[in-house]
């Protein structure tokens, strides 16, 4: 199942993400091939080859298929039948099956329950009778969000008063949503474990996210509180890796409440809360993801020390110079060129002591 240095890795997808993860690849020896639908891409400028195309242009995908030894993905909403496609082709390590999953917030969370683990209490919402049964079941505060997809808080609304509902619900396009009873957590945190193709997991330590606007503004690695955490983030993350049949990694994005952890999302891939193990861990989480998909043995996730990632958001990539200054200070930038309120344009990540 080893997939020896010197091969391909396709890599679907030419974001940050898929950037780092390029450039992990090459230092173990793999070359990467990137296909994406953007022209000059963040992954393009360190991958050795990429591959502009549509997700549904057929030919160009076949053709990518058939140059790489093995594919991987760097973000979650990729058509299906792109990636079922490529399946066909090469192996597409996690299997596509698992994007189904987690792509889909309905689906996703009736998986995690079914395996004994919680989430927020949730109802499915087509129409109107299904909202009103679903807003008088879970009471207000609630969470309305698109099934599909949603990032960075897109796609979903808060309701505050029942008489809202239906104006949220217009407001996401009356498609298919799931409504979310509202967790007052005390903290949110995440956990990242890598699967490798034996079956190996290892665990990240868990760390706490702190969100502005929804989007996650910064981590800190490892959380205050993961004395007591820890161990129920380890099981969360290994029994839903597990029965998800992840090769690679799998983020798990959890509320902190005072019973304990509930999972918010999933993410099978490198995740913004995991980039402190850049510089933090003795394995990157980019590098834990080529391990875990070429049957690699799986690196120490262990942390080094304290580390503070800030994510660099819109213009704030021009406070590279003042970080740049500071000895501890690791700066991240991904090579866009447009600058847009709340885009993820770099990160620092602080290494304390
Ligand atoms: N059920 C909920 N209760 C309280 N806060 C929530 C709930 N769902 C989401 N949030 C808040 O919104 C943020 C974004 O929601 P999330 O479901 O993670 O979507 P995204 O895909 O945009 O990250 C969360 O990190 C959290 O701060
Ligand atoms: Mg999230």
Sequence with gaps: MITPPGSTIGIVGGGQLGRMLARAASHMGYK???YTPE???PAS???????????QDTAELRAFGQSVDIVTFEFENIPA???E?????????????VLFTTRHRLREKEFITAQGIKTAPFAAVHNETELHAAVKKLGVPCVLKTTELGYDGKGQVVIREASEAVKAWAQLGKTECVLEGF????AEASVIVARSTTGEMRCYPLVENQHRDHILHRTIAPAPFIDTYQEQAVHIAKTLAEALDVVGLLAVELFVTPDGLIVNELAPRPHNSGHWTIEGSPTSQFEQHIRAICGWA?????????????NLLGDEWQQWEHYAKQPQAHVHLYG?????????MGHVTIVKG
């Design 32 to 34: 990467t091939h990137i």
């Design 85 to 97: 496609m490529l399946d066909y082709l090469v192996s597409v390590r996690p299997k596509p099956g």
């Design 39 to 41: 022209k000059d891409s």
């Design 81 to 83: 039948e792109t990636l």
């Design 183 to 186: 967790i007052s957590f005390s």
């Design 298 to 310: 799986l690196g120490d996730t262990r942390a080094r020390s304290q580390c503070e990632m800030i």
């Design 45 to 55: 400028h360190v991958a050795t080859k990429t591959t502009v195309g549509a997700y």
């Design 336 to 344: 866009k060129t447009e600058s847009r309120p709340g885009r993820k």
